[in-house]
């Protein structure tokens, strides 16, 4: 990112974290005296996953929001199951087969707990940081995450059930995130983490085959990898042409109508929102600011903090 660019993330961070820090009591130096090495730590380890795997940078920036979009950054969605106490969210239909990354989140906490025992850091925290390491590593923007997080003692399968669905239309879309205290534009900025990542086959293969708003090229292209038949985990890239290159292109992508969900092409299919993915798709600076400020909200959704919650020990389990 450019110099220009951090001062002007800077500046809008602080402006838009202000509002939240007297309710959540969150801060960017929380673990300075009690575990200082947690940032080198979460950043080390979460560089050589994606070294290994491409895919795991867009799996742990999914995993955050599939988290923070529930209950709250609280961490249910690690939590395994353990019936009648815990229903995990992990068993929730938008999850299944859809959702990954844990092994890594457990690695990430041993090394953490290792070097600042008690434990000290919650598996929440660790989720947040790793959310904006992924990003970074795959070229996208930095901000500055905010900490003291607590974790859940229980998950919410029920309200897991209903994150927002690859098949919605333009209406359910902004009313799934005005629900959540996000703004249209923010539901926007936040959809561009699909320009990394894969989806399943059974996902996008009605827009394939029966979308009048997706080009026929494209369509084409995709059909080899998602016959109209079968194959239902068959993956293909959210962009068939960077497809770890965190960046404007996917808004690129939606004005040229190649979106490979429903869901997305609908941001651009003649709707209130088209405007801003244009503005999105010509002017990255934008997009990346507007990103880094949404993010830093989604993490300050309802948060447990204080007296609230638990520190865990191991992220799949209750203490």
Known sequence: MTTYNNLVLLGFSLILVLPFLSNAQLSDSFYTKTCPSVLDIVKSNVRSA????????????????????????DA???????????????????????????????????????????PIVSCSDILAITARDSVVELGGPSWSVLLGRRDARTANRNDAENLPSPFADLPELIKNFSDKGFTAKEM??????????????????????????????VATARKSKCPSNGQDDNLSSMDHQSPNRFGNNYFQALVNRRGLLHSDQELFNGGSTDDMVRVYSKDSDKFYTDFANAMIKLGNVKPLTLAQGEIRKNCRKLN
């Open 50 to 73: 994606i070294n290994r795997d491409k895919r795991m940078g867009a799996s742990l920036l999914r995993l955050f929001f599939h988290d923070c979009f529930v209950s709250g950054c």
């Open 76 to 118: 249910g969605v690690l939590l395994d199951d353990n019936l009648p106490t815990i229903d995990s969210e992990k068993n929730a239909r938008p999850n299944r087969n859809s959702i990954r990354g844990f092994e890594l989140i457990d690695k990430i906490k041993d090394a953490v707990d290792k070097a600042c025992p008690g």
């Open 188 to 217: 926007v900025v936040l959809s561009g983490a699909h320009s990394v990542g894969v989806a399943r086959c059974v996902l996008f293969r009605d827009h394939l085959y029966n979308g009048t708003n997706i080009e026929n090229l």
